[in-house]
């Protein structure tokens, strides 16, 4: 069975850092895209970063370009999204996603692209 497990969430200052990791199982992992999502409240879950696992090709959506970095860990089927200087805008709850087949820079940020889904883990900034 296909399982994402995220973790690494909680609360933090504005400046400050966290480091979310997305556990894979179940899947042939080198197959795949990663992508993480995050909802904020009242809005629209949204595309924040994606790595195509077999190339190490990374995505980022712009505003968060410069201060994430998304990694695999290949040998442990994990993703990394090492987020850096963190603002009040970054409060969300992030999504881990998974896409066999990668996926291309269309559609790296659809939600569509991606059939498995971790359950989330919450970030918290304070200003």
């Known amino acids: 069975e296909e399982r994402l497990v995220e973790s690494g969430g909680g609360l933090v200052q504005a400046g400050e850092s966290l480091r979310l990791s997305c556990a894979a199982s179940?899947?042939?992992?080198?197959?795949?895209?990663i992508g993480w999502f995050r909802q904020a409240p009242g809005k629209e879950r949204e595309g924040v970063s994606s790595i195509v696992i077999a190339f190490g090709t990374t995505y980022y959506t712009d505003s968060v370009k410069g201060r994430f970095t998304i990694t695999s860990d290949n040998a442990k089927n994990t993703v990394v999204l090492q987020m850096n200087n963190l603002t009040p805008e970054d409060t969300a709850v992030y999504y881990c996603?998974?896409?066999?087949?990668?996926?291309?820079?269309?559609?790296?940020?659809?939600?569509?692209?991606?059939?498995?889904w971790g359950q989330g883990t919450q970030v918290t900034v304070s200003s």
């Open positions: 996603a998974a896409s066999e087949g990668g996926t291309e820079p269309h559609n790296a940020f659809r939600q569509s692209t991606y059939q498995y």
């Open positions: 179940g899947l042939t992992f080198n197959d795949y895209a």
